[in-house]
Nanobody, 122 residues
């Protein structure tokens, strides 16, 4: 089975920081696009950040300069460091993967998803 499990969410005051983790099993992160996505109540799921098999990352304009995506291929672990958090960052955050080397920021096409971890900024 292919599984992705997120952790690290919680409640934080605006301006604070959190680091999310996503541990994968069943495949090698080094051969997949990996991404973080988020969905707030009543809103569509949106891309936050992606990292391709070469280690190149992309960010949504809303988080660029504040968030950083990284991965540990050996440990099949994906991270999202979130700094200077804003109320607008409040959402359920999901880890996802797709088996391509081109990593679009939109959630469509990512076939494997974790269950999500809640981030609440107040």
């Amino acid at each position: 089975d292919v599984q992705l499990v997120e952790s690290g969410g919680g409640s934080v005051q605006a301006g604070g920081s959190l680091r999310l983790s996503c541990v994968g099993s069943g495949y090698n992160f080094s051969m997949h696009c990996m991404g973080w996505f988020r969905q707030a109540p009543g809103k569509e799921r949106e891309g936050v950040a992606t990292i391709d098999p070469y280690g190149i990352s992309r960010y949504a304009d809303s988080v660029k300069g504040r968030f950083a995506i990284s991965k540990d291929n050996a440990g099949n672990t994906l991270y999202l460091q979130m700094n200077a958090l804003k109320f607008e960052d409040t959402a359920m955050y999901y880890c996802a993967a797709r088996s391509t080397y081109d990593c679009p920021p939109s959630p469509g096409g990512y076939k494997d998803w974790g269950q999500g971890t809640q981030v609440t900024v107040s």
